[in-house]
């Protein structure tokens, strides 16, 4: 069985880019912030953190908003900003069980998750030694990491496993476990954090969704006592 390690979020590590250049006159130019992704990168006010996370390339475009469930994440950094990934979470089957574990909550939220490495070198997602891999954000804002039970840490479908680096031109499945009251599953956010401290989000479905649900549910059915 692959157990991750998990982290909350952390604030982005990179320091914002400038740009300089001269005036028709030959004068310099005042330094300036790049094109941002949303309304808020050309306020003078940003903090460093946000500007970092929201505006810089590689962020997600309209960072304000949490992506569709689906969409793929790309050029996301890796492990301690080693290569990229791109990102997917692709499969989302809520269990009442899962490989002979029971929730210590309600339901289990298994997320399967599509790491393509079309990169020159190899690369791992970020985890928690670096502050970064995946949460699960419920409507109130309550940050829950993957794996937050021993239930949890115990679902584990054999399809899906992943771990460790996906070499160049390979991709892999993976997934995340969560164990969650169904007051935390509804509406939630998942949320995925770089080695490079880029915060990425997706709007949860309520329902079962993506094309290897049975797959999925194939796994969780799995028993070690037949």
């Known amino acids: 069985m692959r157990i991750r390690t998990i982290a909350a979020a952390a604030a982005a590590l990179a320091l914002p880019l400038t740009a300089c250049g001269s005036d028709d006159d030959g004068t310099p130019a005042a330094e300036s912030k790049p094109a941002g992704k949303y309304a808020g990168c050309d306020d003078p006010d940003i903090t460093e953190a946000e500007y970092n996370e929201k505006c810089l390339d590689g962020a997600p475009a309209d960072a304000d908003k949490p992506l569709e469930f689906g969409t793929t994440a790309k050029d996301t950094a890796g492990a301690y900003a080693e290569g990229t990934l ?10 009442a069980s899962g490989t002979d574990e029971t929730p210590e909550g309600d ?26 891999g995946w949460q699960w954000i419920a409507a109130d804002g309550q940050a829950i990491e993957e794996a937050n039970t021993d239930a949890s840490l115990g ?13 160049p031109g390979t991709w892999d499945w ?35 969704t993506g094309p290897e649900i049975a797959k999925l549910k194939k796994d969780l059915a799995w028993s070690a006592s037949g």
């Open 174 to 208: 993976g997934s995340v476990v969560f164990d969650l009251t169904e007051a935390q599953r509804a509406g939630g956010t998942l949320t995925y954090v770089d080695g490079a401290g880029t915060a990425y989000r997706w709007a949860m479905p309520d329902a079962d």
């Open 155 to 167: 679902v584990s479908p054999n399809s899906f496993l992943g771990g460790g680096e996906v070499q």
């Open 107 to 132: 339901v289990f939220s298994v997320v399967v998750i599509k790491d393509h490495n079309k990169g020159d070198v190899a690369a791992a997602e970020s985890a928690m030694l670096e502050n970064g």
């Open 86 to 95: 791109d990102i997917t979470p692709s499969t989302v089957v809520y269990a």
